[in-house]
């Protein structure tokens, strides 16, 4: 691709992302919200969060890997269960981390 | 009454440890577009104009494998249509905000953001909610395109065996557990991650937005289920 066609790439890209973006901040008032969109919208954070954490832990290379052999399943679990008792982020990732580089040393 | 800038410094705060996960995230967007072939340049305004990590390394490897611009552009659409979810959750705070300011904070919404946010208004909604997201919005913003800068500058510096992307769902499982407030949002995730990894296979990324429409209509079912259980009245 050359200098020109990436910048409007990016241009397209920028656009339709801020369209999504946007669309209900600007709707809001013009458009009533139907009262199903709302229940529906408070399973949003726990739905979406997790379809993009368990493939991340699943699919380590591209290729579906549920053996012991797959670090990232491994450290993603152990992960899983500082991020269950604490909720806390920089505890999740600080324990999730070492975790995958010890694995990463034994296997 | 709190002030703006109370709420605006307090949503920057409580967005300090995800930056954790925001800056390796940040910075291999960055490295990987420099990897495929884009100058530091390049990068670093893709991430200021689009500034939507998952999108922007769906569409570095599909330039890697010399895609058609058309399915490049509609696999990052597809894959950020998940906004408009934020963007309807969102709204009802920023409705006393001026356009001139809807627009740039819209701009600004992030995953991260978007999480931080949610939290904290699950448990209290502050006096000013527009300001406490965009100071969180701000704050990741600001991190996200410095940490692009640098890793545009790095490129190819910073070892792919360090797995720093991994941070990336280290600290989404943190936000998820803080939302799993009652059984149906337990549902919902369960539905919605194993969906995910069924659905991985389908193009464009579409397993994604699929995966966590089905995750969404589990949770309602349940909650429908147990509110005819207890006698509840539907809200």
């Known amino acids: 691709m050359n200098g020109l066609s990436i910048w409007l790439l990016f241009i397209a890209l920028a656009l339709g992302t801020f369209a999504l973006r946007f669309s209900f901040i600007y ?81 | ?116 946010t949610m939290s904290r208004f699950a448990n209290e909604v502050p006096a000013n909610p527009a300001w406490y997201f965009s100071g969180s919005a701000a704050m990741i913003w600001i991190t996200w395109n410095a940490s692009a800068v640098v890793g545009a500058l790095l490129g190819t510096l910073v070892p792919e065996s360090w797995g720093l992307d991994f941070a990336f769902p280290l600290s989404f499982m943190a936000l998820m557990f803080a939302a799993l407030k009652d059984r149906p949002a337990v549902i919902a995730a369960l539905v919605g991650g194993l969906s995910a990894i069924l659905a991985k296979g389908l193009p464009y990324n579409l397993g994604l937005v699929l995966a966590a429409l089905l995750g969404i209509g589990a949770g309602v079912l349940a909650e429908n289920i147990s509110n005819k259980k207890t006698g509840a009245v539907t809200q």
Not at chain 2, 41 to 64: C, D, H, P, T
Request: aromatic residues 10%; positive net charge.
């Open chain 1, 27 to 107: 709707l809001f008032g013009k458009v009533d919200m139907p009262d199903w969109l709302r229940r529906a919208l408070r399973f949003v954070p726990a739905s979406v969060l997790a379809a993009l954490v368990f493939p991340a832990l699943t699919y380590p290379n591209g290729a579906l890997d549920l053996s012991l052999g797959n670090v990232r399943l491994l450290a993603g679990l152990g992960g899983a269960l500082v991020a269950w008792k604490t909720k806390n982020v920089l505890w999740t990732i600080a324990v999730g981390m070492i975790l995958l580089w010890i694995l990463q040393v034994f296997l």
């Open chain 2, 1 to 116: 009454m709190k002030t703006i800038g109370h709420d605006f410094i307090s949503g920057a705060r409580d967005s300090l440890p995800i930056l954790l996960g925001v800056v390796p995230f940040a910075m291999i967007c960055s490295v990987v577009a420099v990897s495929v072939g884009l100058t530091p340049f390049e990068a670093i305004g893709m991430n200021l104009i689009v500034f939507a990590g998952a999108s922007q390394l769906a569409v570095l490897q599909l330039m890697g494998e010399g895609t058609v611009w058309l399915v490049m552009v509609l696999t990052a659409w597809v894959i950020n249509l998940r906004f408009t979810m934020y963007s309807a959750t969102l709204a009802p705070y920023l409705q006393k905000e001026p356009l001139h300011r809807k627009a740039p904070f819209a701009y600004m919404l992030s995953d991260q953001a978007f999480g931080v």
